[in-house]
């Protein structure tokens, strides 16, 4: 079964959680980051972002996110969000996923249906050589997981609470373990 058909068997459709968010497939990601729940609540189906061919629309995603928070005046991207763009502007490829799924602050509710999705992630993304989770909740769900020898592990504080210095300390070691 493909990751695709996987997505397909594990994943509601509509699906108004936030299984994982990635810029076009999965499988090109070389680092998953682990939080403990997608803080901003879209109430979009996630499947609007999602293409068979082409994976994930994170342009699409990053724009209907900036105007959420917009609407609700809010800063058009959180601190956890500048973040991980700083991960991604290092030219890593991120896939970034959440110990709990459901859209809320202080969220910790799951769908059943899709728990086992990080495994499964973990498993089968070819290029993965890092797992970062961030907060207490995170740390605790990526020390339940089965984590490959070759996959370096970080655990640090919560993004919000991280600096952009060790944000960028951690890319640069994850780079140089890359080909």
Same mark, same amino acid.
């Given at each position: 079964?493909?990751?695709?058909?996987?997505?397909?068997?594990?994943?509601?459709?509509?699906?108004?959680?936030?299984?994982?968010?990635?810029?076009?497939?999965?499988?090109? %990601?070389?680092?998953?980051?682990?939080?403990?729940?997608?803080?901003?609540?879209?109430?979009?189906?996630?499947?609007?972002?999602?293409?068979?061919?082409?994976?994930?629309?994170?342009?699409?995603?990053? %724009?209907?996110?900036?105007?959420?928070?917009?609407?609700?005046?809010?800063?058009?991207?959180?601190?956890?969000?500048?973040? /991980?763009?700083?991960?991604?502007?290092?030219? @890593?490829? %991120?896939?970034?996923?959440?110990?709990? @799924?459901?859209?809320?602050?202080?969220? *910790?509710?799951?769908?059943?249906?899709?728990?086992?999705? /990080?495994? $499964?992630?973990?498993?089968?993304?070819?290029?993965?050589?890092?797992?970062?989770?961030?907060?207490?909740?995170?740390?605790?769900?990526?020390?339940? @997981?089965?984590?490959?020898?070759?996959?370096?592990?970080?655990?640090?504080? *919560?993004?919000?609470? $991280?600096?952009?210095?060790?944000?960028?300390?951690?890319?640069?070691?994850?780079?140089?373990?890359?080909?």
């Amino acid at each position: 079964m493909t990751l695709t058909e996987y997505f397909h068997s594990v994943i509601p459709n509509p699906c108004i959680l936030r299984p994982f968010v990635c810029d076009g497939r999965p499988e090109f %990601c070389d680092v998953i980051v682990i939080g403990e729940n997608p803080a901003t609540e879209m109430n979009t189906d996630w499947w609007s972002f999602w293409n068979d061919d082409t994976g994930f629309d994170l342009h699409k995603f990053e %724009c209907t996110y900036e105007a959420t928070r917009l609407a609700r005046g809010k800063r058009g991207v959180s601190n956890t969000r500048l973040r /991980l763009n700083r991960l991604r502007s290092k030219g @890593l490829q %991120c896939l970034e996923t959440n110990a709990s @799924l459901k859209e809320r602050m202080n969220g *910790h509710d799951v769908d059943s249906s899709i728990q086992g999705l /990080l495994p $499964e992630l973990i498993a089968n993304l070819p290029r993965l050589k890092a797992v970062v989770a961030h907060g207490q909740v995170a740390d605790k769900a990526l020390n339940s @997981l089965r984590i490959p020898a070759s996959v370096s592990q970080y655990h640090l504080r *919560h993004f919000r609470s $991280e600096s952009y210095q060790r944000i960028d300390e951690v890319a640069d070691q994850i780079i140089h373990r890359l080909p």
